[in-house]
């Protein structure tokens, strides 16, 4: 013992120990209520369904997109960090990310420890000064969105696969193009011209068929020859696999979903719904479509073959939180009759476009 110190000092007696208690339980406290409640633990990327959105897919953000486009970042910037208290309104991914959080409450509930769930990703070239205001935006809606990337200006598009993206829909279809070319899912995705209530319960995800969940080796036939040869060649090669599109990736991620929920006898009750939803005959040109799907172990739960009908008017009854497709024919037509869809710039329709771009002003993601 040092000369003038006491025993008490030296060695901690019960007094300290129970001074020290309350202390140790209000830090504790404090920190429990900083922490969100009930929200899960993130599942590590490489196991998830990762779905990477945009800001401006996640939310409205017209006026200050506005605002970037006509007075610059500074202004822009400035605008937010004025703002940052008020969340943005619903975006057209908005219903999409709410269905992925009800199936991943349902997952949870049926398998506790498992991190094959889907994860969001806020993927966006805004800057990082802006970051609050998203995060104020996503509590306010409660949403459980735990990653973020905020890359200042920068395109985000050589992250995404860094995150094991499955699925990247954005606002800006420059980058949209950008991930297709890096062998990325992708789309474009469009507000609907009306609101239509979706389910709160059912995740639903329609696809078209040709250049979006298999390869364009039939619309390049369309395109060459016409129908009558489309269908010549549809039905001599029936038991050929057509070669997969962008998307055969997601709905194969979707699948492995659906069975978690079918091991447990949950088929009729399970919260994921696909469709397919095709301009193909089924009579003329369906049965390749099926039997291709039948070769990669997939299937969707619904197949619709229009030949050639507009999808429009199906679309408003499927009531899908996002459509798939690539032509803009068809995108425009969803969105008129209330469906969120989006678009995927792969595959032969796409070729006049690209080989005369039109110039696009940048965006704040």
Request: glycine residues 6%.
């Amino acid at each position: 013992m040092e000369p003038g110190e006491s025993r008490e000092a030296r060695e901690p007696g019960p007094r300290a120990e129970t001074a020290a208690a309350p202390r140790w339980e209000e830090a504790k406290t404090f920190y429990d209520n900083l922490a969100p409640k009930k929200k899960p633990k993130s599942p590590r990327p490489q196991n998830a369904v990762t779905i990477a959105v945009s800001s401006r897919a996640l939310f409205r953000m017209d006026e200050e997109q506005r605002i970037y486009t006509e007075q610059g970042v500074e202004e822009y910037v400035r605008y937010q960090l004025e703002h940052e208290n008020e969340p943005f309104s619903p975006g057209p991914a908005f219903p999409f990310v709410k269905a992925l959080e009800a199936v991943n409450k349902r997952l949870r509930e049926l398998y506790p420890d498992s991190e094959d769930v889907f994860d969001i990703v806020l993927m966006t070239n805004n800057h990082a000064q802006v970051g609050v205001r998203l995060i104020n935006s996503i509590n306010h809606y409660d949403l459980f969105i735990e990653r973020f990337c905020m890359t200042g200006g920068n395109s985000p598009i050589c992250y995404l696969k860094a995150y094991h993206t499955n699925l990247y829909l954005s606002a800006d279809a420059e980058k949209v193009r950008e991930a297709i070319d890096e062998g990325i899912a992708a789309a474009t995705i469009f507000s609907p011209s009306r609101d239509v209530v979706v389910s709160q319960s059912q995740l639903r995800v329609a696809f078209d068929g040709d250049a979006v969940l298999f390869s364009d080796e039939s619309e390049r036939i369309v395109k060459a020859h016409g129908l009558d040869r489309f269908f010549e060649h549809e039905k001599a090669h029936e038991n050929k696999p057509l070669a997969q599109g962008p998307l055969k990736g997601f709905l194969e991620a979707l699948g492995r979903l659906q069975k978690k929920f079918y091991s447990k006898g949950l088929r009729l009750e399970c919260p994921i719904r696909t469709y397919l939803v095709t301009a193909r005959s089924a009579a003329s040109s369906g049965a390749r479509a099926l039997k291709t799907l039948r070769s990669w172990g997939l299937e969707t739960d619904e197949a619709l073959f229009l030949a050639g009908a507009p999808k429009g008017p199906l679309l408003e009854k499927i009531r899908p939180h996002i459509f798939f497709d690539d032509q803009m024919f068809h995108v425009a037509g969803a969105q008129e009759m209330g469906t969120v869809a989006a678009h995927v710039p792969y595959g032969v329709a796409q070729t006049p476009r690209r080989a005369a771009p039109a110039k696009q002003a940048p965006s704040a993601q």
